[in-house]
């Protein structure tokens, strides 16, 4: 950090396996990711090349030699995934991926339904040359999944050799682990977690208000993705209490509790005048 401050909570250093931030790129230009991992690079660990944005993006092997030479981990979305799978070409997407140089890579049915013990044995064979991320969660509004089947499917890819369990949020944050509104479903998030380790799922979260709301239900070093490239800074921000929203979050209690009466005395004689 560029000076010192008190009370700044603590975060993982890179590489990290909580506290992981996941950027969302839908079509950078290779000055745009240069100009980004200038920025952002240090407080971001994977990129997703967001649903099938890698198939028609120029300098894509450009692209991805940047972000690994910075120490970020990229990756192609779920949803390319299933385009492959959809077409019977499972074999050719890995040799896709491989052929690129990716040693992360996404197995999600967001879009299409896949048997799970089908999708359970692709992660599992997946997951032994390379790291898995598995999503659990439809991109459907009109699909309800009850919080029993959200855990069973978390908890047995999680046992098939995911490294993470990604709670679909999708880029708009109004499905999924939210209702329609963009609000945390917290019913759903509260029986996820009461069975699965928060360390090893990744919530999208797009909005900022989302972002608060798992921050502060789960301290700086919750697991995070869909973010915006331009919102990298802004979120490292509220992980460290440094934006108003989180402000109070991370500061002694005794001494939030002071600025909190000093401000709402300052509120009240601006009443009074």
Known sequence: MNFELTHIPNRFAKPRTSGVTMMMDKGLSIREVENFIEASGHITDVVKFGFGTSFVSQNLQAKINLYKEAGIRPYFGGTLFEAFYARGMVKEYLQTIDSYGLDLAEVSDGSIIIDHDEKCELIHSMSKDRTIMSEVGSKDSGIIVS?????????????AGSWKVIAEG??????????????AHTLLINRIIAKINPD??????????????????FGQNVNLGNISHNEMIPLECLRLGLRGDTFFDFLPADYAERLKQVNNEDENDEDED
Do not use: C
């Open 200 to 217: 090893d799922i990744l919530w999208e979260a797009p909005k900022k208000t989302q972002q608060v709301w798992f921050i502060k239900l």
């Open 147 to 159: 919080p029993a089947k959200w855990i069973k499917m978390m908890s047995t890819e999680l046992q």
């Open 170 to 183: 999708r880029e708009s944050g109004n499905v999924g682990v939210f209702r329609p509104n963009g609000t």
